[in-house]
């Protein structure tokens, strides 16, 4: 299997995130850490993926808090000559 080319930011993104699974893994770490450019591009994907792994990612206390009140609040009715109706509950 030839060794992998890092061409463009995409390739190191890729190895970045398949790294822990890649068998080749030590062989492309000499490749990224004998070329400066490579390395610092690989550093600060690291960073960034480090960042992003700590995100919260979805809704906040305060979001979900206002749609509970307003599913509390809505009462929804029918009736047989207007249809459906809806009434905000104080």
């Known amino acids: 299997m030839p060794m992998q080319h890092f061409n463009t930011l995409n ?3 890729l190895f970045a995130y398949s790294e822990s699974v890649d068998p080749k893994a030590n062989d492309y770490y000499k490749v990224i850490n004998a070329n400066q450019k490579l390395s610092s591009e690989f550093k600060a994907i690291l960073k960034v993926k480090n ?3 700590i995100l919260k990612v979805g809704p906040s206390e305060s979001v979900i808090k206002n749609i509970m009140n307003y599913s509390k609040a809505l009462s929804v ?3 047989k000559s207007a249809g459906e109706f809806s009434l905000m509950l104080n």
């Open 77 to 79: 009715g029918r009736t």
């Open 51 to 53: 960042y992003l792994s």
């Open 11 to 13: 390739d190191l993104i």
